[in-house]
């Protein structure tokens, strides 16, 4: 089976692809360094750096897999009221449909936020898949049930040429503690009453220490275990493209590492990303975790 990657950022949806033995011929990003991470962890991939509603469909490779994972910080609820921008972000999603049009792939996977759904223009969207030919079967899925250390909620469209939607079997392992990912001998520690600490961030650790003891995970933003803190023995909340979550241990305290974040995302330890650490933050953030692209790519594989 071959695949091409639209908006392929930190690259894992190509590298669950690859642990799933599909090859992935072309890749595309509009994000010069992403694409230069992408390359240098898949260099076996032809790479695009453009933005795809200009990308000329005759010169990508013929595929029986679409992957994509169009632009969400329109949809989702993390960035806040609309902006001008978000309209910008929300409409990535046609080029889906562009490149659907010229290659007619067997299948479509089309990672995004559940809200994705709630766009305006999902339905004109989604009727613009169907007159290709496509069955829409939207699925929502965690991905700490596919053997990836976080939950992390996301939609996948899986977009087939059948007479009827394609339900995918997706197994339900037993979730990873973020104890696995975390190491407390790794990274740059504070005191938790350094000088301008936060007093709401000084509440929230004494929170967790009253529930969790000396050890646990806080948001530094988010309201998702933000007023206790989280246990190390669940995994850990959604990792977003910002810093967002900080280790305590007794009286010292620091964000996660770039490392433990890639493991947090299930990346192979061995994976390069950007020596610049808000760049590797933000491509891991941005990323669909590679076990559960794997997981998902295998279950279309066996239902197809």
């Not at 559940?114 to 339905?123: D, G, I, K, R, V």
């Not at 000396?214 to 309201?223: K, L, N």
């Amino acid at each position: 089976m071959k695949a091409i990657d639209l908006f392929a950022g930190a690259g894992g949806f190509t590298e669950g692809a690859r642990q799933a033995g599909v090859h992935v011929v072309w890749a595309a990003n509009h994000w010069p360094a992403a694409v230069a991470t992408h390359a240098a962890n898949h260099p076996e991939t032809a790479h695009a750096c453009q933005d795809l509603h200009q990308a000329d469909w005759r010169k990508v490779p013929r595929h029986d897999l679409m992957m994509a994972s169009p632009c969400c910080q329109g949809h989702t609820r993390a960035r806040g009221k609309d902006a001008p921008h978000h309209d910008a972000s929300r409409s990535t999603a046609w080029a889906v449909v562009s490149a659907a049009e010229y290659h007619r792939p067997s299948v479509v996977l089309v990672e995004n936020v559940p809200e994705f759904q709630q766009w305006t223009l999902y339905p004109a969207w989604a009727v613009a898949m169907a007159a290709l030919g496509y069955t829409l079967a939207p699925h929502i899925i965690d991905a700490a049930d596919l053997g990836v250390p976080q939950h992390r909620e996301r939609l996948v469209i899986v977009c087939t040429r059948s007479a009827t939607p394609l339900r995918l079997a997706l197994p339900k392992l037993p979730h990873r503690p973020a104890s696995e990912i975390i190491d407390f001998n790794a990274g740059r520690w504070r005191p938790v009453a350094a000088p301008g600490r936060a007093e709401a961030t000084l509440a929230r650790v004494a929170r967790g220490r009253a529930r969790y003891g000396e050890r646990f995970v806080i948001p530094y933003y988010g309201s998702g275990s933000g007023l206790t803190g989280r246990s190390l023995e669940r995994p850990i909340g959604t990792i977003t493209t910002l810093a967002r979550w900080a280790v305590v241990d007794g009286d010292r305290m620091r964000m996660l590492t770039v490392e433990e974040t890639r493991a947090a995302m299930s990346f192979p330890a061995g994976y390069r990303l950007p020596a610049q650490q808000r760049q590797a933050t933000m491509m891991l953030g941005n990323a669909v975790p590679p076990l559960m692209a794997r997981a998902v790519i295998e279950a279309v594989r066996i239902a197809a």
